[in-house]
């Protein structure tokens, strides 16, 4: 198993600019999340799933897209970025079940928006 | 609302132990978690502790949890100067696993 790979590992955007960070994972869990991680700061929820098709908001949404057409992709999407975009992003998935006590963590996207 | 809450900054000297504190809101969280974060590096889980337990050991690593005042604290035993990283406190709030994370406490270790 992979676990969860993200790509790129590094980018810069100008302002304005749109892209696309991939998230995938192979161990089928239902639950993904996109965190960013602001400089000296924890980690903030953008998006999550809990399957495919299914997609919510989580506490920092605004100038983010989502979807999750298939289990093991989900892709977030940057329209128009802005500097206030520059961070870094984890995607994490999450098995259903009481077994499944953890998340697993991509090793981040980092963004720079000039 | 949900909340995690960390001192941002310990020092101690190679050798002694360690102890970074956590207190969290949602009386609900099923499990806590701790969390290592290098220097421009990934996040490492160190180790978790389910609700209902109340101390968790995992060789240098201590875990004690006080469910009543809503308190987490790490303990690093013989802390070594890899050690040196941030330490982030994050609650599993239950609803659709989602993590609510603290802000990290940045342990520095002197030799």
């Known amino acids: 198993n992979a676990g969860v790979t993200q790509t790129p590992k590094f980018r810069i955007l100008k302002i304005g600019q749109s892209m696309t960070l991939q998230c995938t994972q192979d161990m089928n869990h239902n639950y993904m999340y996109w965190y960013r991680q602001d400089p000296g700061m924890g980690l903030k929820l953008i998006y999550y799933?809990?399957?495919?098709?299914?997609?919510d908001k989580g506490e920092v949404p605004n100038g983010y897209n989502v979807s999750r057409s298939t289990t093991e992709d989900f892709p977030l999407r940057l329209e128009l970025a802005a500097p206030s975009q520059t961070s870094v992003y984890f995607c994490?998935?999450?098995?259903?079940?009481?077994?499944?006590?953890?998340?697993?963590f991509g090793q981040g996207t980092r963004l720079t928006v000039v | 609302g949900e909340d995690v809450e960390q001192s941002l900054f310990l020092s101690v000297r190679e050798g002694d132990s360690s102890v970074i504190n956590c207190t969290y809101t949602d009386s609900s969280s099923t499990y806590l978690y701790w969390y290592k974060q290098e220097p421009g590096a990934g996040l490492q889980l160190l180790t978790y502790i389910f609700s209902n337990m109340d101390m968790k050991q995992d060789q240098r690593l201590t875990v004690l949890l006080n469910k009543k005042d809503k308190h987490l604290s790490l303990r690093i035993a013989d802390t070594q100067t890899g050690d040196s990283a941030i330490y982030f406190c994050a609650e599993n709030a239950g609803n659709n696993r989602k993590l609510i994370w603290g802000l990290g406490t940045s342990l520095a270790v002197n030799p």
């Open positions: 799933s809990v399957g495919a098709g299914i997609t």
């Open positions: 994490a998935s999450w098995g259903q079940g009481a077994r499944n006590t953890e998340a697993f």
